[in-house]
C-alpha cells in the first residue's frame, strides 16, 4: 500500500496549463500502476491516464495531457494543456499493483487514493 498526496491543482483561464503532481510514500512505487482521475460535481470518477512500464491516456483527453513518473522521486505528474472549462473537477491520483499487460480504466481497481485537488478552469 502507498499513500498519495496531489499538487499543484488551482484556478487557470481557458487555454492555460497546469501541472498536476502525486508524491507517494512506501518502497514498491516502482511497482505500482499510477493513475489519474477527475471528478466533476454529478458526474462519475472519469479515468484520464495511468502510467506503469508504459503510458495510457483516454482519447477524451490525449491530444492535451500526458502522464509522466520519477520511480526515483515517487511521484507521478498530469501535465494538462490547452484547458478547457469543462476540465474543472476535483482530480485524483490513485495506485495499485502492477498487472501484466492490463490496463485498468475503472476507479473501482485501484486501492490507494489520494485526496485531490480543484482544478477550476475559466472562460
Known amino acids: 500500500q502507498v499513500q498519495l498526496l496531489e499538487s499543484g491543482g488551482g484556478l487557470v483561464q481557458a487555454g492555460g496549463s497546469l501541472r498536476l503532481s502525486c508524491a507517494a510514500s512506501g518502497r514498491t512505487f516502482s511497482r505500482y500502476t499510477m493513475a489519474w482521475f477527475r471528478q466533476a460535481p454529478g458526474k462519475e470518477r472519469e479515468f484520464l491516464a495511468a502510467t506503469s512500464f508504459s503510458t495510457y491516456i483516454a482519447d477524451s483527453v490525449k491530444d492535451r495531457f500526458t502522464i509522466s513518473r520519477d520511480n526515483a522521486k515517487n511521484t507521478v505528474y498530469l501535465q494538462m494543456n490547452s484547458l478547457k472549462p469543462e476540465d474543472t473537477a476535483v482530480y485524483y491520483c490513485?495506485?495499485?499493483?502492477?498487472?501484466?499487460?492490463?490496463?485498468?480504466?475503472?476507479?473501482?481497481?485501484?486501492?490507494?487514493w489520494g485526496q485531490g485537488t480543484q482544478v477550476s478552469v475559466s472562460s
Open positions: 490513485a495506485g495499485r499493483a502492477t498487472s501484466s499487460g492490463t490496463w485498468y480504466l475503472s476507479y473501482t481497481k485501484y486501492d490507494d
